[in-house]
T-cell receptor, first 114, second 114 residues
């Protein structure tokens, strides 16, 4: 039973346009969410996070939106660049439980075309 | 380098053999984690170390899997009597402390059991 779902295995966008990566979760105990980016043959690297007390967090070109009632979050990248091409993983934590255990989605492969 | 390192980067083994995977965390990081990623799946939590103790081994798939950490540094994940379903990328991560601290991942060991 997948608790974090990324329903789009892949996404292709044009350079300069917006990329929107989506993530849904089922466990209502999750209250902290992270996005990781992974290039081939490398480990995931942390990108941006959001606590459930917020509905938006922005860092440069990256913004994460959280809709708690819908148990949905999204990562917006604008403008998209070819170097953003990677697999993006959504992950969640329950801070009141095992607050070190990241639960990951399956990832979305983003391709940004020049 | 100052990042998390793992060895070997690739390992091919015959079914039934034992394998050892090594992780060198970032110096000073007290928390260490093992995850695995099977083909087409997200990362699955295996085990968490705080110092040399493993307060959470709940993700280890079977008793063929074990891990230890010494000197609050290097960790070894051992898989005995490997099976084909053990084929995956095994990823190690470390963080300054447990909890919501950012986890830094190594590049992983790709294990193939033939």
């Amino acid at each position: 039973d997948q608790q974090v779902k990324q329903n789009s295995p892949s996404l292709s966008v044009q350079e300069g346009r917006i990329s929107i990566l989506n993530c849904d979760y089922t466990n209502s105990m999750f209250d902290y969410f992270l996005w990781y980016k992974k290039y081939p043959a490398e480990g995931p690297t942390f990108l941006i996070s959001i606590s459930s007390i917020k509905d938006k967090n922005e860092d440069g070109r990256f913004t994460v939106f959280l809709n708690k009632s819908a148990k949905h979050l999204s990562l917006h990248i604008v403008p998209s660049q070819p170097g953003d091409s990677a697999v993006y993983f959504c992950a969640a934590i329950s801070s009141g439980g095992s607050n070190y255990k990241l639960t990951f989605g399956k990832g979305t492969l983003l391709t940004v075309n020049p | 380098g100052a990042g998390v390192s793992q060895s070997p980067s690739n390992k091919v083994t015959e079914k039934g053999k034992d394998v050892e995977l090594r992780c060198d965390p970032i110096s000073g990081h007290t928390a260490l984690y093992w995850y695995r990623q099977r083909l087409g799946q997200g990362l699955e939590f295996l085990i968490y170390f705080q110092g040399n103790s493993a307060p959470d081994k709940s993700g280890l798939p079977s008793d063929r899997f074990s891990a230890e950490r010494t000197g609050e540094s290097v960790s070894t994940l051992t898989i005995q009597r490997t099976q084909q379903e053990d084929s995956a990328v095994y990823l190690c991560a470390s963080s300054l402390a447990g909890g919501l601290g950012e986890q830094y991942f190594g590049p992983g060991t790709r294990l193939t059991v033939t």
